[in-house]
């Protein structure tokens, strides 16, 4: 395991805002195939850190390698080509699409030929891809449905399905059971849990019932940097997780 | 989805039926209305077109459309035999024209290139200022352009023998071309590179994440912008019989900004509904209102309407359109038919 490279690595990725470090010097290894739960209060940093992993921002420094590769200045783009994939807190869909078309949008970002005049045919397989991937996330009733007119949960299945939908190798998801009800719980780890292995998934959730069943590896942040590195169950019981988990939070 | 394609249908049906009256019109029609109403709002409609599709499929508001029309324009207008005055190049229409729209689609990517970073207002802004430099540029140029004069007598080429010019003629060739580049828009809107594009006016930073680049689809649609304008340019240059900064000034500008949002930059055809009202208030304000002051009737028109309506005459049908819809689902089929059934009869599910 230790002789293949990581999926991810960050080496002393620091990011800032002006005075406030919002990622503070924080290296972190993912293996490939792993399954790694990042947790923290609010305004620890998870989501800059993501944010820095796929480009949105670049880190004020450090580095950053994906399966050993430097991709510290790439833009977000080409880092999505590369196999990253991620979600987003707060759905950042297409609204004026229709679900098929934001799939097929995220099937067809990452491969070649991507500047196309024509419209893609019915039998396009890339069409055929978005449409497997809106059956998984049960969303087929809904293929011709605008986002607008989506439900928050439907909302938040197709934002996944949308990082799904590039088959990617290393997925991030932020906080996918955001807003979920209940019942749509179970269904979400469920999808989880099904990932095909040779996926790497780093995932931040605050809800425990979804987070330690799938962890590999918990990394806790508090501050932009990381706390604690530990496996879920030693995690759980850790007096200084629910010191800053529960003390802060609640 | 059967409501899908009924809506499909019904709305191919309202297409092919304005287009039967639109080919009608002109047997109708006094040659007044024919060629100063119909036919200039149709050439100055196609660069509203170009407009609208920036605006609402990539959320790019741009004032340089008349600038990529005037390139269209003025390269005819200093190629081809006939105008005056003289130029040495004595290019055939049947080149110059071609070459007029790739300079035009050229000069629209360069424009993309420049304001690719910007967004909203200074989108706004930065095309302004183009817009304005161009007016200038044209004035100031004498050598090539022959400045405030412009050039005159471009009479535009012969099709079959017959002048474009002939009132019946050019309104055809004017509404082909029209209905070919409305077509164009609808159908890219709905192309991989379309939806990249409504992918980036509704979310930039997913599309890039998904893998798009996104300042290269947003010069792209320039270039697109650019293809449309610039034969509406060739078109205005001919229907104008030439060309002078006028054409390009901020005036103009602006008068193509009030066709798209009187028309409504909800969906294209709002730039040549928009260009009709315009072309009637703006011919016909002179005769109704003090001479002097008929800019201040298009104002109150285009204020009346704005505030009716924000999204434009097309936003009001949409509108209309759901109201209608809303009213038969409440009382469907049979029971429409006898009103006074209406009240008491629950509705189906």
């Known amino acids: 395991m230790t002789s293949r490279l990581p999926a991810i690595e960050l080496s002393k990725v620091s990011r800032r805002f002006g005075a406030l470090k919002a990622v503070d010097d924080v290296t972190l290894s993912v293996a490939e195939g792993e399954r790694r739960v990042i947790l923290g209060p609010n305004g620890a940093g998870k989501t800059t850190l993501f944010n820095v992993v796929c480009g949105d921002y670049a880190p004020t420094s450090g580095r950053i390698a994906f399966f050993g590769q430097d991709i510290t200045a790439l833009p977000p783009y080409a880092r999505a080509r590369r196999g990253i994939g991620r979600t987003y807190q707060n759905s950042l869909l297409f609204n004026g699409l229709d679900v098929l078309e934001n799939l097929y949008l995220a099937v067809r970002g990452v491969k070649p030929r991507r500047f196309s005049f024509l419209r893609p045919s019915r039998d396009d397989p890339h069409v055929k891809a978005a449409r497997d991937i809106a059956d998984r996330m049960r969303l087929s009733h809904k293929l011709h449905v605008t986002v607008d007119d989506l439900s928050h949960g439907q909302r938040r ?94 | ?30 040659e007044f209305w024919t060629t100063n109403i119909l036919v200039r709002a149709m050439v100055y409609g196609i660069v509203a077109l170009s407009l609208t599709f920036l605006a609402y499929y990539g959320g790019l508001l741009s004032l340089a459309q008349m600038v990529v029309a005037g390139v269209a324009g003025y390269t005819i207008a200093v190629s081809v035999p006939g105008a005056i005055p003289e130029n040495s190049l004595q290019i055939p229409y049947s080149l110059a024209i071609p070459l007029a729209v790739v300079l035009a689609t050229v000069s629209g990517l360069l424009i993309g290139a420049i304001a690719v970073r910007t967004r909203e207002i200074y989108l706004l802004m930065i095309t302004l ?57 609808l159908y890219v809107s709905g192309s991989q590179f379309g939806l990249v594009l409504q992918g980036i006016r509704d979310n930039p ?37 030439g060309i002078s900064p006028g054409t390009v000034s901020t005036h103009s500008t602006i008068s193509i900004l009030i066709m798209s949002v009187i028309g409504g930059l909800g969906h294209p055809i709002g730039a040549f509904i928009g260009a009709v009202i315009f072309t009637i208030i703006d011919t016909f304000a002179a005769d109704l209102y003090d001479r002097d002051r008929f800019n201040t ?53």
């Open chain 2, 129 to 185: 200022a183009i817009a304005v430099s161009f007016y200038f540029f044209v004035q100031a140029n004498v050598e090539y352009l022959n400045g405030y004069e412009g050039i005159r007598n471009v009479l535009g080429p012969d099709i079959f023998g017959v002048p474009l010019r002939t009132p019946y003629v050019f309104y055809f060739v004017a509404l082909a071309t029209s209905f070919a580049l409305y077509a164009l828009v």
């Open chain 2, 1 to 30: 989805m059967s409501t899908g394609n009924a809506l499909r249908s019904s709305s191919a049906l309202v297409t092919v039926s304005v287009l039967a009256v639109l080919v009608a019109l002109p047997f109708v029609l006094t």
């Open chain 1, 157 to 250: 299945q197709l934002e996944v399905g949308m990082a799904l939908a590039s088959d990617p190798k290393l997925l991030m998801l932020d906080e996918p059971a955001a807003g979920l009800s209940p019942g749509d719980r179970p269904e979400l780890l469920r999808l989880l849990r099904e990932l095909p292995r040779s996926l790497t998934l780093i995932l931040i959730e605050h809800d425990m019932d979804i987070a330690l069943p799938v962890a590999d590896l918990v990394t806790l942040m508090k501050d932009g940097s990381v706390v604690i590195e530990s496996t879920p169950d030693k995690v759980e019981h850790d007096p200084a997780v629910q010191a800053i988990y529960l003390g802060e939070a609640v």
């Open chain 2, 297 to 349: 009737l298009i104002g109150v028109v285009f204020l009346a309407i704005v505030v009716a309506s924000p999204d434009g005459v097309t936003g009001l049908a949409k509108r209309a359109g759901d109201l209608l819809r809303g009213l038969r689902l409440i009382a469907p089929g049979a029971v429409a038919a006898d009103p006074t059934l209406q009240a008491n009869v629950p509705s189906k599910d």
């Open chain 2, 205 to 241: 930073r997913r599309l890039s994440a998904l893998g798009y680049n996104v300042a290269h689809h947003r010069i792209a649609a320039f270039g697109v912008a650019g293809f449309i304008a610039g034969i509406g340019g060739v078109l205005i240059t001919i229907y104008n019989i």
